[in-house]
């Protein structure tokens, strides 16, 4: 199934060459329907244009002209149950050459031409967002064994695809190539251990002299071995085509802070969401290639925060809003998509696909395309809606999934629930879920302008359903169970999926908090890596964040650290992914990056497009914390340290039409400064407020640099404690000017 395709054009944009002839040659693959790909046939569509220096265009498309040879790809078994075949190629089959300009091609046949565009079964095309892009990479260790062949170690799992210089090549002779995950102790490359129930091999016949083995498809793998080459090998020699879809800036985000194993869980997190897009989301670049709905939304926090990532998150977006117009008249969105499984779902999937499309509109501030998703989400609250029992008020069995997906997965794999009562109809997550669905649909349509009843509607069924929560999935100390049974009892286990889930999403009472909050942080690390970010997010919420830092730096409890100790370098399916076989490349875990930098960078977006920003000091044992924060809007460069004695100091550069609150340790304007100048006059500083004891400053673009000693002088030169009334009466009248008219605000404004 695999064909080399030419004609004389070009080989690839930065290869052209003006006043001389150019070749443009393509290698086409298609094979059986799996995740990622749907079932089609096999084909090839071309249209090229060239633009000339003189202002001329030409146009070239694939059409009769064009030659096809049969490939070098002979047929081979299986890699696993995900449609994926092992690639064996014969070297001595490839038409050496066949991708320059020289080369002859009039022995080849012609391509059978399946008509114009559109052609059945080719009716509509979607234009990819991003593309692959690839580096080089040599091993840092080469090691030869005893029986001759070599292992290469990369130092991290990584998606590649191999390449390996072989020299003097004898013709026939079989080389192997295989990737893995882990060594066995006599040095070779494990194929029990780490794999995912998948061959991670790659098979070659050598022809006669230099040659490289490059096989066509991908896998994630640490190590590499070599068997069968009858020369020596160096470093040179084996290298990876490292790949991941090309993404804005990869070095966009920075972070650094005093404690050592929360730098490590940021650069495993970096690393993971670098290598885990391919030319979609994919769940694990070893076996389901393919976009999980759950594994998106997570890469994606990750991928937008870490390198200004766009076009890849709306590109899965709009896919699975595809999905819903294609299969799911109830509103329901496929779990994976575009896919071989055709119509297939989980009800969380479709719940937290909501979530996931407020999420990127307060990132990117993109309106068109929160106008086009739009349609979507509503669907997806009447779906949840028509599952709400009257009886209880609560979403019971939500339709859909199956097998442990049904109803909803509540937390995967199955191992990682902790004792959640999946017996249980009306699933205290599910509902909290649905609330913030119908909340956040309500918020979209006021962003869009729509009608007041659509938008009252939305809030009115969050209401009630938080009503519902309140009165039947909480204990008498505010602790919430795990849900209702059938028949209306309640469920005596109070997990922390349950809790946590409840206090992030705002649907713990104030006078409660507390104790769910002690609840939650007593049951330390319970639950898995896809949702570990709603854990984090409660203990933030709840203002313990100490736990948080606690939750991802004890190597004791399941979490980052404990998988770092254990030789993590790809974030994980599972907390015990090599004891049970799950994936050991899962992209998923890479969501933390984005807590890590809202929480312990301490700068969070509060409005979309990052027009508004927070920036707070955790209260933690981190005694110091550095990086840049990428937003829509610029990038945020900042860094913070507090002493022994609790004094801090914040230096933030806020990008231009951005505002900030930034809050700082102290009662009143006096116990602090601006880079050594008073509050007072400031340039930056619109409104200054005091509540519980801690104070908030508003300030414009510019750079700051904040501490909360008392200021050495004023703006004017004034001592300090000559400016402790003043104070009270330009907060107000700056408060009243900013709200009165932008003029202010603009006389306000400090360059950086």
Request: net charge negative; proline share 6%.
């Amino acid at each position: 199934p695999v064909a080399v395709v030419g004609c004389e054009l070009r080989r690839e944009p930065r290869d052209v060459h003006a006043g001389a002839a150019n070749v443009f040659a393509f290698v086409t693959w298609w094979g059986q329907p799996g995740q990622g790909r749907p079932a089609s046939v096999p084909a090839l569509i071309a249209h090229i244009t060239v633009d000339h220096a003189d202002g001329t265009r030409q146009v070239f498309a694939t059409d009769g002209n064009w030659r096809a040879h049969t490939g070098m790809w002979i047929q081979a078994h299986v890699r696993n149950d995900e449609g994926d075949f092992v690639e064996h190629i014969d070297e001595r089959l490839d038409p050496t050459g066949w991708d320059t300009v020289g080369f002859d091609d009039a022995s080849w046949p012609h391509v059978a031409v399946l008509g114009p565009h559109p052609t059945a079964p080719f009716s509509h095309l979607y234009a990819a967002r991003t593309h692959i892009v690839e580096q080089l990479v040599a091993p840092a260790r080469l090691t030869r064994l005893a029986g001759g062949a070599y292992v290469a170690d990369f130092g991290a799992v990584i998606s590649a695809t191999p390449v390996v210089e072989v020299h003097r090549g004898v013709a026939g002779a079989r080389v192997t190539l295989l990737g893995g995950y882990e060594l066995d102790p006599d040095g070779h490359v494990s194929t029990t251990n780490g794999i995912q129930d998948t061959d991670m091999s790659w098979i070659f016949d050598e022809r006669a002299g230099a040659q490289q083995l490059r096989p066509f498809g991908y896998l994630a793998f640490r190590y590499l071995e070599i068997d069968g080459a009858h020369e020596p090998l160096t470093v040179a020699d084996v290298q990876i085509a490292a790949r991941h879809a090309n993404l804005p800036d990869e070095h966009a985000a920075r972070f650094d802070t005093s404690d050592g194993t929360l730098n490590a869980v940021w650069t495993l997190a970096r690393h993971s969401a670098l290598y885990d897009p391919q030319e979609q989301f994919v769940d694990t670049p070893t076996r389901e290639k393919g976009p999980f709905l759950g594994d998106s939304f997570d890469v994606s926090q990750a991928t937008e925060a870490a390198f200004g990532e766009r076009q890849l998150t709306f590109q899965g977006l709009r896919d699975f809003a595809r999905s819903q117009a294609r299969y799911w008249p109830d509103g329901r969105v496929n779990v994976v998509y575009p896919n071989g499984d055709g119509k297939r779902d989980i009800p969380v999937g479709t719940q937290t696909y909501v979530e996931w499309v407020w999420q990127n509109w307060m990132t990117t501030g993109n309106l068109d395309e929160l106008a086009a998703l739009y349609p979507t989400v509503r669907n997806i609250t009447d779906y949840v809606a028509r599952a709400i029992d009257p009886a209880t008020g609560l979403v019971t069995n939500l339709p859909g999934g199956g097998s442990d997906y049904q109803y909803g997965a509540v937390d995967w794999p199955p191992w990682m629930r902790y004792g959640y009562d999946m017996k249980t109809a009306a699933r205290t997550m599910m509902n909290v879920l649905a609330v913030d669905d119908f909340q956040r649909v309500a918020a979209m349509g006021r962003a869009l302008g729509k009608p007041s009843s659509e938008i009252a509607r939305e809030q009115e069924r969050a209401d009630a359903l938080g009503r519902s929560i309140h009165q039947r999935l909480t204990r008498p100390d505010g602790v919430l169970i795990d849900g209702l049974y059938a028949n209306g009892t309640q469920s005596t286990h109070a997990s922390q999926q349950a809790n946590a889930w409840a206090l992030a999403f705002g649907l713990v009472p104030p006078a409660q908090v507390a104790t769910v909050a002690d609840h939650i942080v007593a049951l330390k690390n319970a639950m898995g890596v896809v949702y570990f970010r709603v854990l984090l997010d409660a203990l933030h919420v709840a203002g313990r964040d100490q736990a948080l830092v606690d939750a991802l730096t004890d190597p004791k409890r399941p979490g980052y650290a404990q998988i770092l100790q254990r030789g993590a370098t790809f974030t994980w399916e599972s907390w015990i992914a090599p004891d049970v076989g799950d994936s050991e490349s899962h992209g998923w875990g890479a969501t933390v990056l984005a807590v890590l930098q809202d929480d312990i960078l301490g700068v969070r977006a509060t409005a979309p497009g990052g027009a508004q920003l927070d920036v707070r000091v955790p209260a933690t044992s981190v005694t110091r914390a550095g990086g840049v924060v990428v937003t829509e809007r610029g990038r945020v460069p900042v860094s913070w340290t507090r002493d022994a004695a609790g004094h801090e100091t914040v230096d933030v550069t806020i990008p231009t039409n951005v505002t900030a609150n930034v809050h700082l340790p102290v009662a009143n304007a006096h116990g602090a400064s601006d880079d050594g100048v008073n509050l007072v006059g400031d340039p930056g500083v619109s409104a200054v407020h005091t509540t519980d004891g801690a104070l908030t400053l508003t300030v414009g673009s510019g750079h700051y640099r904040f501490t909360t000693s008392a200021p050495t002088r004023s703006a004017t030169g004034a001592s300090s404690s000559s400016l402790v009334r003043p104070v009270v009466v330009i907060v107000v009248v700056l408060g009243a000017l900013t709200a009165g008219t932008g003029v202010v605000v603009r006389r306000r404004r400090r360059a950086a």
